[in-house]
């Protein structure tokens, strides 16, 4: 129920300079702090939390609310710049973002990337607002049986990400799988396929795993480069010095509408994503990175587009603000930064529950308002940031390649400070590397690496509540059975649309060739 | 002269003889009284879990109040790997000298127990204190067949009852349900919040929750129907879940309780063990700053100390040992 009077509490308690400071250092640290390999954005919140134990109500949440989306914004700008994810939830980023600075659009790159994840963040926020109790209703529809029905659906959609060679998309992804069984039974606990090495019991780190593929394994490559002294090394090195210079392309505001269709799908993915507990910011960005490149074949995303880098980005930032609906209205943590904005509201007495809206509507009301004011400040200070940062993509590359280096070592072993990480990314980088050498996509290796082990979980622990039995553990709600159909309906689509890509590519081969015959028989 | 030398020489190595056996003599009452040479430098505390997580800010918070109380610092490591064994594993590798602590939790217990061949052995440990213990409250759909433990028992007889919680809560449903006779499915979670997402969206009948869970739960859409562990709730928190809670002993059960232990290598002297407890005992009872912070953080200081707590942790590891079995 609205309540005016604590809405002008709320007023009060934002709209003070104290508060503003607090908001905008928070943006300021977590897009720095964003943009360092291997710090996360719970990471950060994590850090800055003791702090707000010192800080009224309104300034803790502008900290640390305003830490969260700066940082998941600070995520792409390494992402774009260097090729290494500041956080997993950025990892799509690299696919487009990074192509686009080797082509010399770096700043086009990270302007798309700050106007979707902002446009996408706010969006998603106005949608909490309106319906946050409906959305969270609706999410508490989602057991384990829907879950699993929505794992394969994920995996149906992101089949687009698999290249167009099938098998080597499909090898990658089987390895993906493996390396998700890695660890320990996750419902009997017991350790499997860690080859008899204890510090595996708690599987492969997504961080560690993310930073080896795709930025380590590019550095050895772009290192391979640098020695041999390659035509390419020479050429990319000329288009990052020049990264910032005055006749870079920047983003009109055409540009920038063009994108409306990735960031629409980015929003409606990363809000449905954001409220549902346990599947986070990088599925949603890898999601609607894979259903954008899926439905809007025009836009060629993959080959270095700005639309690439708007649908990964608007993705995860739309998770920002449902992230916190299922806390906002039962008390559930539905992330780990959610549940460090829950201790952020412990700390300050306050106890996130359904009477949370009763009780404190005031800090409810304020938490809203600054959820949309740190967009703003978002925007702001993530312009300057994005430029600062990347203009250390003008260094030379026999210096930025061992600084990368380094940066991947200590962001692996940073994020959790486990030095068995700082070896996992080693070896993931140099099998990432062997990878791009013949052409074996990343893509589904990583998506099966974060999907598989929540499939595998909410499908046994739909089995085990039915009793052993999979019919009515799999098929127990009309909405299981919506999701299933549609998992099998994108399966169908997405043959199809291969059948009839190789279709064309067969008519245009046999153009070729007969165009090639024609010139042949004239020359003669 | 000589004679005098000789007698002041005897009476000085006699007086010293008795001032040193007097000294070694005392050296145990002395250290436990906190005025032998222990610590003489800073100690290792030992977190088995990455920076940010409960067991993190318990160790800071604590930390934060060390120089005060022990006369020197603690330097926090996060050792975190291997269901939190990786930490435990270290501690057993430092020497038996009272410098390196480990902040241990349900979860390597849990972790030792549930592997073929597990790290560490989970009584290898001397614990100096409990800071802190956590219950698994059972709660209920409110207008559901078991808003209470009668109806619960009822509705059990007639068909299993499916329980979700992590594992060290449902280590403690299934200890007080297997005393009761109840037949139940365990529905293990990594995460709190997808076990409540799924209690609350009725996929799950029952809810293995610490009592800071049940508090965004209950009444409004949940009813705690038992405390299984044997430590009463305190009485505001009681009163904010509904009221008058039962606990595990009033239906004659032995409950569980999930500590906080902070423990040394196992051989470790018994003296450097107590005077640690005791130092710790005061830090969390009768300074001023850290049992606040720790306060409005939500937690609760359950304190037990040594030998007490280490006699406790003995026991408490066979009694998950023998849960872990229902779970099975």
């Known amino acids: ?524 | 002269m000589q004679a005098v030398i000789n007698t002041a020489g005897k009476s000085l190595r006699a007086g010293l003889l008795t001032v040193a056996c007097a000294l070694l003599a005392a050296s145990p009452l002395a250290l436990a009284d906190g005025h032998g040479d222990w610590p003489e430098r800073d100690i290792d505390f030992i977190i088995p879990f990455g920076a940010g997580g409960g067991s993190d800010a318990w160790a800071r918070t604590i930390g934060s109040g060390a120089r005060d109380h022990f006369g020197v610092n603690w330097n926090l490591q996060n050792r975190p790997g291997a269901g939190a064994t990786l930490g435990w594993e270290y501690l057993l590798d430092q020497p038996a000298d009272g410098y390196t602590v480990y902040l241990g939790s349900p979860t390597p217990v849990l972790t030792a127990l549930m592997d073929d061949d597990p790290l560490v052995d989970p009584n290898e440990l001397k614990v100096a204190g409990y800071i802190s213990a956590f219950r698994s409250l059972i709660v209920a759909q409110n207008d559901g067949p078991m808003s209470d433990w009668e109806s619960l028992v009822e509705h059990a007889s007639e068909s299993p009852v499916i329980i979700a919680g992590t594992s060290a809560l449902l280590v403690g449903a299934a200890n007080v349900f297997e005393q009761a006779g109840i037949e139940a499915i365990y529905v293990p979670y990594s995460s709190t919040g997808e076990a409540t997402s799924d209690f609350l969206g009725g996929h799950v009948d029952l809810l293995a929750a610490t009592a800071s869970t049940a508090l965004g739960i209950a009444p409004e859409n949940g009813t705690v129907v038992l405390n299984s562990s044997d430590i009463a709730l305190a009485d505001d928190v009681d009163e904010q879940l509904g009221g008058n809670i039962p606990e595990a002993a009033d239906y004659g059960f032995d409950g569980m309780r999930f500590p906080r232990p902070i423990g040394f290598h196992p051989d470790t002297p018994d003296e450097i063990v107590a005077e640690f407890s005791e130092r710790l005992e005061s830090l969390l009872t009768e300074d001023e700053s850290v049992p606040a912070m720790l306060n409005r953080m939500g937690e609760e200081v359950i304190f037990m100390g040594y030998p007490e707590a280490n006699e406790d942790f003995a026991l408490l590891v066979d009694r998950m040992r023998g849960a872990l079995d229902l779970l099975d």
């Open chain 1, 1 to 524: 129920m609205f309540q005016p009077e604590a809405l002008l509490e709320s007023l009060h308690l934002v709209f003070t300079l104290n508060t503003m400071m607090w908001l905008a250092i928070g943006v300021f640290v977590g897009v720095g702090l964003g943009a360092i390999p291997g710090l996360t954005t719970s990471t950060g919140v994590a850090l800055m939390l003791p702090l707000t134990f010192t800080l009224n109500i309104a300034g803790a949440l502008g900290l640390v609310i305003g830490l969260y989306k700066g940082a998941l914004f600070g995520g792409s700008i390494s992402a774009i710049s260097f090729a290494t994810p500041g956080a997993p939830d950025s990892a799509a980023t690299v696919f487009d973002g990074y192509k686009m600075t080797q082509k010399g659009k770096g700043r086009k790159a990270l302007l798309t990337s700050l106007y979707s994840s902002v446009t996408a963040d706010s969006l998603s926020d106005v949608v909490v607002i309106l319906i946050a109790p409906a959305m969270a209703l609706a999410a508490l529809q989602f057991g384990p049986s829907e879950r699993t029905w929505l794992m394969f659906l994920a995996i149906a959609l992101l089949g687009a990400l698999s290249g167009r060679h099938v098998a080597k998309g499909m090898m990658a992804a089987a390895i993906g799988l493996f390396i998700g069984t890695i660890g320990s039974d996750p419902i009997a606990g017991a350790a499997r396929n860690t080859f008899g090495q204890g510090w595996l019991r708690d599987g492969v780190g997504l961080v560690p795993l993310i930073i080896g593929i795709f930025a380590m394994s590019r550095m050895i490559e772009q290192g391979i480069e640098i020695t041999q002294e390659s035509k390419l090394g020479k050429k990319v090195k000329g288009q990052m010095a020049d990264l910032f210079g005055k006749d870079q392309e920047g983003l009109t505001f055409r540009e920038y509408l063009s994108n409306w269709r990735e960031m629409g799908i980015g929003l409606g993915i990363g809000t449905f994503v954001g409220m549902l507990p346990g599947l986070g910011a990088t599925v949603a960005s890898f999601l609607s990175y894979g259903v954008a490149k899926r439905f809007l074949p025009h836009k060629k995303i993959g080959t270095g587009v700005m639309a690439g880098v708007a649908a990964a980005e608007s993705g995860n930032n739309a998770t920002a603000g449902p992230t916190l609906v299922p806390l906002l209205a039962f008390g559930i943590p539905g992330s780990a930064t959610a549940a460090l904005i829950g201790g952020a509201l412990l700390l300050q007495g306050i106890t996130p529950s359904p009477r949370m809206f009763e009780l404190h509507a005031d800090v409810v009301y304020a938490l809203f308002i600054i959820l949309i004011l740190a967009n703003v400040f978002n925007l702001v200070i993530g312009r300057g940031f994005a430029f600062f940062y990347a203009k250390l993509g003008a260094v030379p590359k026999p210096i930025l390649v061992p600084t990368i280096m380094v940066l991947a070592i200590i962001g692996s072993y940073g994020a959790s400070g486990n030095p068995y990480d700082v070896g996992v990314m080693l070896f993931f980088g140099v099998f990432g590397f062997a990878m791009r050498k013949f052409g074996v996509p990343e893509a589904p290796l990583v998506i099966t690496f974060l999907i598989a082990p929540m499939l595998e979980e909410n499908l046994r622990r739909a089995i085990l509540i039915s009793g052993g039995d999979w019919v009515p553990g799999l098929f127990n709600s009309p909405l299981s059975l919506t999701l299933m159909a549609l998992a099998v309906a994108v399966l169908i689509l997405s043959y199809r649309m291969k059948f009839s890509e190789k279709l064309d590519d067969m008519q245009h081969q046999e153009m070729e060739e007969t165009a090639e015959e024609d010139s042949a028989k004239k020359s003669q």
